[in-house]
């Protein structure tokens, strides 16, 4: 088992550019979510997904759009990129939404936007 | 407010001590899990314990202990004899109800932890 990937591992936009970050995991688990990572703010909730065609707003969904078409993908667009979208992304999925469900996390993003 | 609180952004500790990371919590919920990871410098996330809201006893896990107050709302994380491996970042999380149908870990800031020889 792969678990949880991520591609692609770095990219560089320019501002204004467009791009999606693919997460595909292979543990058939319901709940999947995307996270960003910036210096002295931990993990910060973008979209989350409790199941296929499903999602939601997290803390932080202001720019990102978010689709769950296949249980095993979850996939975060960026209509126009922004510098303050420069972080580490990282997917994560869980089998469901008890509170005792460990969340696995993909290897993440590292996007800059110039 | 703050839901995961970590006051510590780093820790020194010498190989072989013990160290103590703390975290507080904020929640209504009654049914809430709490969990800690570690990011080495490589960047992934490493799952490294778990206790659920209803357990009694404090889980282990090898030299990992979560010491849970559950009427204090903290859940500090117990490092028994430091290794020199065990320098990373550390972070608490809580997973709670979010929106409306859901759940999700939401995390602290991280403390950096640093073990010297």
């Known amino acids: 088992n792969a678990g949880v990937t991520q591609t692609p591992k770095f990219r560089v936009l320019k501002t204004g550019q467009s791009m999606t970050l693919l997460c595909a995991q292979d543990m058939n688990h319901e709940y999947m979510y995307w996270y960003r990572q910036d210096p002295g703010m931990g993990l910060r909730l973008i979209h989350y997904?409790?199941?296929?065609?499903?999602?939601a707003k997290g803390e932080v969904p202001d720019g990102y759009n978010v689709s769950r078409l296949k249980k095993q993908n979850f996939l975060l667009g960026l209509e126009s990129a922004a510098p303050s979208q420069t972080s580490v992304y990282f997917c994560?999925?869980?089998?469901?939404?008890?509170?005792?469900?460990?969340?696995?996390f993909g290897p993440g993003t590292r996007l800059t936007v110039l | 407010a703050q839901k995961i609180t970590q006051t510590q952004p780093g820790m020194f500790v010498q190989e072989k001590e013990a160290v103590t990371l703390d975290c507080t919590y904020d929640t209504s919920d009654q049914s809430y899990g709490l969990f800690w990871y570690k990011q080495p410098s490589s960047g992934e996330m490493i799952f490294l314990i778990y206790?659920?809201?209803?357990?009694?006893q404090n889980a282990t896990e090898g030299r990992y202990s979560l010491n849970f107050q559950k009427a204090r709302k903290s859940a500090n994380l117990v490092i028994s004899a430091s290794q020199l491996g065990d320098s990373a970042m550390y972070f608490c999380?809580?997973?709670?109800?979010?929106?409306?149908?859901?759940?999700?870990?939401?995390f602290g800031k991280g403390t950096t932890l640093s073990v010297s020889s």
């Open positions: 206790q659920g809201s209803y357990d009694e």
């Open positions: 997904s409790v199941g296929e065609g499903t999602t």
């Open positions: 999380a809580m997973r709670e109800r979010w929106g409306q149908a859901g759940t999700a870990l939401i």
């Open positions: 994560a999925s869980s089998y469901g939404g008890r509170a005792s469900y460990e969340q696995f």
